[in-house]
C-alpha cells in the first residue's frame, strides 16, 4: 500500500515515521527544502518536494495511484483541498488535519460531503479528550475503552505500599474477570506469565469487563481522594478544548495564559472557571492563585521545556499531581524519570488514529502506549482466517503479544488457553509495536 503524507511537519514527519516502520509505501510531499531534506536524511521513505496542491505534484507517478493521502500540513484549509484533489486525481482515500473548530466540530459534513475527507483528526482536541478521561480515573495512568465501552484498560503505576508486589502472578488474588495484560519496566515490555511478579515503580495495565475494571480502580491510592480543582498552564487549543470539559462535570478550572486574546477566547467558553492573564512561571502568582490546593496542574504550552520546567515548579510548590503535553516524543521517557506524573504526546495519539484508518480490515482501533512501543489493538476475527475455529493455544502468536479480551454476542469476558475463536468476535490484543504487522492477518479474513 502506498500512502501520500502532504506535509513535513511534527506531526507529518511522526505518521511517516510510524507508516515506515510498519513497512508500508511511504510518500512525503514537503514544500520547505530544509524539511525535505530532513526527512530524507531520517527516515526510509521518498520526500518529494512540492506543493501538495499543485497538479504537478499529483502527476508525478511516485504519487499517481496511491491508495491513501494524509494532509498534515499547517494549513487546515490546504489540507482540505489538497484532500479534494486528491481524490479527483484517483487516490481512493483520504486524511485531514483540521485544527480550526469551526470546521472540525461545527461542519463535519461538509468536510466529508464537499471536501472528500475520509477522516478528520484534530490533535488537540483528542488530547483533551485523553486529558479529561484520566482524571476521571485519578489513579490511572492511562485509561481507554474498547468494544464500545464493554472492555475496559487500566494503567497504573506500582507504589512500593501495593499489595501486588513480589508475588507470583499466577498467586494474586484478581477478579476473574480481569487480566493483567502487560507489564512495563524501565521502558521494557513484559508480557506477564504465571511466575513473573511486579516491582515497585512497574507500569502495569489491566484489561477486563468495564464494570470490573470500575470497581477493580478503586483499589489503587489515589494522589488525591477527589478530584475538585484543577489549575491548566496554557490556553492554547488544548487547553481551550479541556477546560469546558472539565467544567460541565464540576471541576473548579483555573487557567494562566500569557497571551490576551487566547485569555479572552477561553474565558468566554466558561461559566464559572478562573482565566488568568499572567506568566506560569511567576512563583509569586502560582502561590497567590494556590497551586499547592489544585488537585491537578495540567502544563499545556508550545513549549516542551517549558512545560517541564512548569510541572518540576509545580512539584515543589506542593502540587500532588502533574500532567504535561509534550510535541516532541523523545521527551517522554525523561519527563517520567525526574517525576512528572503522567506525559502525553499528541502525535502519538493523533498517529493512532491515522493507523487505524490505514491498516483498516478487521481493525477497528489501535492505542499506542509507552511512546508506541506497544499497541492495543481491537480487532474482528474474520471469516475463514486462521483464527476462526482455532483454539487459542494453537494459535501461534509472538511472545511479546497476548489476546487479553474477547467481546462475542455483546458479551466481554477473559479467554484461557482452550477459548476458541470464531469469526465476528472483538478481540483485544496487547502486543509489541514491531510485530503487530505480521500478527494481525491472522486474525483477518482471507476473503
Known amino acids: 500500500m502506498r500512502i501520500i503524507i502532504a506535509g513535513a511537519g511534527k506531526l507529518g514527519f511522526s505518521i511517516a515515521q510510524l507508516l515506515a516502520e510498519d513497512q508500508f509505501d511511504v510518500v512525503v510531499v514537503e514544500l520547505d527544502p530544509k524539511r525535505k531534506e530532513v526527512v530524507q536524511n531520517a527516515l ?43 481524490k479527483n486525481y484517483g487516490i481512493k482515500h483520504t486524511v485531514a488535519r ?15 460531503r464537499d471536501m472528500k475527507i475520509d477522516l478528520v483528526i484534530n490533535p488537540e482536541r483528542i488530547t483533551a479528550v485523553e486529558i479529561n478521561n484520566i482524571l476521571m480515573t485519578p489513579s490511572a495512568l492511562n485509561v481507554d475503552e474498547f468494544a464500545e465501552g464493554k472492555v475496559r484498560m487500566f494503567e497504573a503505576k506500582i507504589r512500593e505500599d501495593s499489595p501486588f508486589i513480589n508475588i507470583p502472578l499466577k498467586d494474586l488474588e484478581i477478579p476473574k474477570d480481569i487480566l493483567m495484560a502487560m507489564v512495563f519496566r524501565r521502558h521494557r515490555m513484559i508480557i506477564p506469565r504465571g511466575n513473573d511478579y511486579i516491582l515497585p515503580g512497574d507500569n502495569v495495565y489491566f484489561v477486563g ?61 466558561l461559566q464559572k472557571g478562573l482565566v488568568l492573564c499572567g506568566d506560569g512561571t511567576d512563583i509569586d502568582l502560582l502561590l497567590e492563585e494556590g497551586i499547592a490546593e489544585a488537585d491537578v496542574v495540567i502544563c499545556l504550552t508550545e ?56 491498516r483498516k480490515g478487521g481493525i477497528v482501533s489501535v492505542s499506542l502506549l ?5 499497541e492495543a489493538l481491537e480487532i474482528i476475527v474474520g471469516k475463514d482466517s486462521d ?38 468476535d472483538r478481540i483485544i490484543l496487547f502486543i509489541k509495536s514491531e510485530l503487530s504487522k505480521n500478527t494481525v492477518p491472522i486474525f483477518e479474513g482471507r476473503g
Not at 483540521?98 to 466529508?112: G, K, Q, S, T
Not at 512528572?340 to 502519538?348: C, N
Open 303 to 358: 513549549d516542551d521545556k517549558l512545560n517541564l520546567l512548569l510541572a518540576q515548579l509545580a512539584k515543589h510548590l506542593g502540587a500532588p499531581k502533574t500532567i504535561v503535553r509534550v510535541t516532541r516524543n523523545e521527551y517522554i521517557e525523561l519527563m517520567e524519570k525526574v517525576g512528572v506524573d503522567i506525559v502525553l504526546s499528541s502525535r502519538l495519539l493523533s498517529a493512532g488514529e491515522v493507523l487505524r484508518f490505514v
Open 387 to 424: 483464527a476462526d475455529g482455532a483454539m487459542l493455544r494453537d494459535i501461534k502468536l509472538p511472545k511479546e503479544c497476548l489476546l487479553c479480551a474477547i467481546v462475542r454476542n455483546n458479551e466481554a469476558y477473559i479467554p484461557n488457553g482452550n477459548t476458541v475463536l470464531h469469526a465476528n
Open 370 to 374: 509507552e511512546g508506541a512501543q506497544a
Open 98 to 112: 483540521i485544527r480550526n473548530i469551526d470546521y472540525a466540530v461545527h461542519a463535519p459534513e461538509m468536510l466529508h
Open 44 to 86: 526510509d521513505v521518498l520526500a518529494i518536494e512540492g506543493n501538495s496542491c499543485s497538479p504537478t505534484v499529483f502527476a508525478d507517478p511516485d504519487v499517481r495511484g496511491a491508495d491513501v493521502l494524509i494532509a498534515c500540513t499547517d494549513g487546515d484549509e490546504v489540507n482540505m483541498v489538497t484532500c479534494l484533489m486528491a
Open 209 to 269: 469487563k468495564y464494570e470490573a475494571i470500575r470497581e477493580f480502580e478503586s483499589s489503587f491510592s489515589n494522589t488525591f481522594a477527589k478530584l475538585e480543582k484543577v489549575l491548566i498552564i496554557g490556553a492554547g487549543r488544548t487547553g481551550r478544548f479541556l477546560a469546558p470539559m472539565l467544567e460541565d462535570q464540576g471541576i473548579q478550572v483555573k487557567v494562566i495564559e500569557k497571551n490576551k486574546e487566547r485569555c479572552q477566547m477561553l474565558a468566554a467558553k
